[in-house]
């Protein structure tokens, strides 16, 4: 996909061109699809090697689908109706090695989001992080144990049209800009 979007450094295309959408087709992805999607978060980078990401998730049209959709506020059940994969992350909050607090697991479980958004945009996929959906229910309703903290969710399919979207999110299905790096990036101390 092209984009109007310039960077100020020359980066790889796949970074540049992985964006959010929210339309999706309702078409179903294969467990081959789905399983890549994992097997790329998989190989991101962790302290310790821990690996604490783990990913729950529901394909449509089964009999964890809604269990896992009547997690979502309403906002983001308008459009995950047509999503093909609803995931949740979840991380484990402390070290196998020493039982230790792993004070980065959030930040390590975010890698592994990043690996599987890359991927789902090389595969020519939408994959669209959420904070909208309630924690404590995914908590309670899935099992998570207490070591793990609850950390996001994902909704993942194939392309759909943003005409197929209500009419105040067709305005939001834009590919969007980011801050200039004097604006996030500081030599030395916080400016």
Known sequence: MKTDRKPE???????????????????????????????AAK???????????????????????????NLLGDFNKMWCKNASVLVVVVSKKTFVHNNTHNVV???DAGSAWENLALQASSMNLVSHGMAGFDYDKAKKDLNV??????EAMLAIGKHGKKEDLPEALQKSEIISGRKMLKEIVFEGKFK
Request: glycine share 2%; proline share 6%.
């Open 105 to 107: 697991h959030s930040f």
């Open 145 to 150: 144990p207490d070591d793990f903290k609850v």
């Open 43 to 69: 190989w991101a980078p962790s302290s310790f090697n821990e690996q604490p990401w783990r990913f729950l998730y529901a394909k449509r049209e089964t009999k964890t689908w809604d269990l896992f959709f």
């Open 9 to 39: 450094h020359k980066i790889l295309d796949l970074i540049l061109n992985r964006h959010s959408p929210r339309a999706m087709s309702g078409e179903k992805l294969n467990d081959d699809e789905i399983m890549t999607l994992f097997e």
